[in-house]
């Protein structure tokens, strides 16, 4: 496994703040030419900013909810996957990534999706911070594709953070990196009724 980055969230969280910013200003402008009032542009952009600081109240808040773990499910949670791993996998092609090249230069750029573990295999779906950066869509992985498994703790990240690197039969890769929950998947995975190869319990 090669490092990658936990910083999805930070990213997506980004994105709406300059996508929101450009809107304010756009609309403040547009108010300032159509009725020619210093006063109209300025109640547009206060309105503007304010939906803004709504929309990201609204993604914050969504971030922070908790998993729910669903029936016959061994666990749940959140995990960053690397972004480059989801361009050369066919098993997880049913993840669009809307600038693959951003992520060749960048092998480092992770996304967040939640995750759903269960005893046939994995269930990762893209996370609102994920879309905002231009990944969406889910795959899922089952176990019997996985020919390799390793997993480490990661001491000098958030206290309980992990990570787990995945190789299949066409040698393609999946590395997830967990922060502050990887306790609780590492757990879960000694559960599987087959250890995964290379994974001792």
């Known amino acids: 496994m090669t490092p990658f980055s936990f910083g ?4 997506g969280r980004a994105q709406v703040i300059r996508a929101g910013g450009t809107t ?17 542009a300025g109640v547009m952009l206060v309105a503007s900013g304010t939906c803004v600081a709504v929309a990201l109240s609204w993604v914050a808040h969504k971030e922070r909810r908790s998993a729910d773990v669903p029936e016959g499910a061994l666990w749940a949670g959140r995990a960053t996957v690397r972004v480059l791993d989801l361009l050369g ?3 997880l092609d ?15 750029m992770g996304a967040l999706g939640d995750v759903v573990l269960d005893r046939d295999g994995l269930t990762w779906t893209a996370t609102l911070a994920a879309n905002f950066s231009g990944v969406r869509g889910s795959f899922s992985v089952p176990w019997s594709a996985v020919t390799k498994a ?13 990570a787990i690197g995945l190789t299949f039969a066409d040698g393609t890769k999946l590395d997830l990196a967990l922060a502050g929950t990887y306790g609780g998947f590492r757990a879960a995975l000694t559960r ?10």
């Open 8 to 11: 999805a969230k930070n990213r």
């Open 192 to 201: 599987l009724s087959e250890s995964l190869p290379g994974l001792g319990d």
């Open 150 to 162: 390793q997993a480490a703790s990661i001491p000098a990240a958030t206290p309980g953070s992990g």
């Open 94 to 108: 049913t993840v669009t990534v809307r600038r693959p090249t951003a992520a060749k230069r960048h092998p480092a």
């Open 24 to 40: 304010t200003f756009a609309l403040g402008l547009l108010a300032l030419i159509a009725t020619d009032s210093i006063v109209d």
């Open 89 to 91: 996998c066919p098993l």
